[in-house]
């Protein structure tokens, strides 16, 4: 009956950390979703930004696992070139190992105060204070969560299973890694063996080689979740994952035998022997990103060799089945799913835009007319197909058919605005030499990445009807217009300033702004049945005299 309480209490305490982990998660991606990505998106033009890119988005989101499938869908998307996006996922593992460092250096006893702060922050008006708050009871659970851990592991100390278990491993370094491999990949969180492995080694029970061969075993796990994640994903994004988990495997194949001599050179060092686990997961992380650096464009190519690009389709509708017009849920369903790839045709279409106008290359724009044509006949397909529901189908069915009709509609004006507005303002300032001013140039370059992440948000809100999204986006296109506002403004002041590169391109910067500001007033569109459907929306933004709206 012991053992049992013990196990429960130890299992508790590891299901509380990687509750936590993902509070954290959750919380950076609301409080900083839109800097994180354009951030992680804009940062990897060279190596030493791209580490440094990895480990800053890694330590905020507490996971390497969620940075690599970030990364993985950016090159996806061509906005990060493969070898760069090898050298990220480096910098994401020692982030990783920095964190395991920092929340095993016995600070667990200030968890209270950061769940109580959390849950302060949590209740304020704003979507950034949320994310925070709940980041912030997300670390706050994790530190209590050692605390447990530790509790739960001190009554095994003295177990006789456990040390005859602990010397089976320690006779065979090659089945304590596999095991902690598989732990990893279980809890998927590398992060949460490690912290496991401390609180055990705590009790003295593991001897420095068998410690290390459980922390390379964590590295190795921790990098099969992301593979697992793109197993469905085009070629490129499953070329990163897979990249990265044979550099893990590599080198915690050539540090294995030297398990033991790393474990007596860390004990050595003037350090806690406590935190050897910790320490041995830092050094092994930095030495990795060391030694695989300078290779990562061989990776790279040779992961396009071995993994193949995808087969190109047909540009036709791939999931409107006539068979399923008889049940309009299933129809409903198929249409939606259609929809949404429209929606990542129309990212592909603003990311090379983006790409062209930040890189001065025209070749990213060669493909963009004939997507725009492949949406064009998509939201046709999608409305016909529609139309032969029938009227009986039911209140909420007629909505739902709406809203998709609405959504088509509106991502088919986005391509429109794209193809003939971005495309040509991109193209004559490539043409014609124009260079923006610092100041306008970053101006736009952010409000193309926040155009980006807004048309991901919409994407969501559309499958989910998520009514916080809803909501949330509609403040963001407050930031939208006033961001636009703000960079008019800007501009009008360098021109009165007599500035060359300003006077040159005026009529394209504006242009830009605009068009961009209307690409994001039809992405919000998505949110409007959600929020007028919950009482939520007003019909008109106007004033009455007595300063209420009407």
Known sequence: MESLVVMINLFGAVALLLFGLAQVRDGAMRALGVRLRSGLASSTRGGLRSFVSGFSATIALQSSTATALMVASFVERDLIVPAMAQVVLLGANVGTAVTAWIVSTGIEWISPLLILIGIVLYRRATTALKGAGTAMIGVGLMLLSLHLLGLATEPVRGSPALGAFIRLLDNAWVVAMVFSAILAVLSSSSLAVVILVVSIAATGALSPGLTVALILGA?????????????????????????NLIVRGIGCLVMLPFAGHLGGLLLAMPFSPAAMPVDAHLAFNILLAIVAWPFAGLLSRLMARLIADDPKGDDGPRFLDVQALDTPVVALASATREVLGIGDIIEKMLIRCQKAFSTNDLAPLKEVASLEKQVDRLQQEVKLYLSRLGRDTGA????????????????????????????????????????????????????????????????????????????QLM???????????????????????????????????????????????????????ILDEGGLLIESRLRSGTGSEV
């Open 219 to 243: 590295n190795l796990g921790g990098a099969v979740p992301p593979v697992l994640s793109t197993l469905s994903a085009p070629a490129a994004a499953r070329r990163v994952t897979i990249g």
């Open 475 to 529: 403040e963001v296109k407050v930031s939208v217009r006033r961001l636009e506002k703000q960079s008019s403004g800007r501009h009008l002041e360098r021109l009165r300033d007599g500035r060359a590169d300003s006077l040159q391109t005026s009529s394209l910067h504006l242009d830009m702004l605009r068009d961009l500001k209307r690409i994001n007033a039809h992405i919000v569109s998505v949110a409007h049945p």
């Open 396 to 471: 909420t069915n007629d909505r739902r058919s709406i809203a998709i009709i609405e959504y088509a509609i509106n991502l088919e004006h986005i391509g429109d605005i794209i193809e003939k507005g971005l495309v040509e303002q991109t193209t004559k300032k490539i043409t014609k030499g124009l260079a923006f001013s610092d100041d306008g140039f970053q101006e736009l370059r952010n409000l193309f990445d926040l155009t980006i992440e807004n048309l991901r948000i919409g994407q969501t809100i559309f499958v989910t009807g998520d009514e916080a999204l809803a909501r």
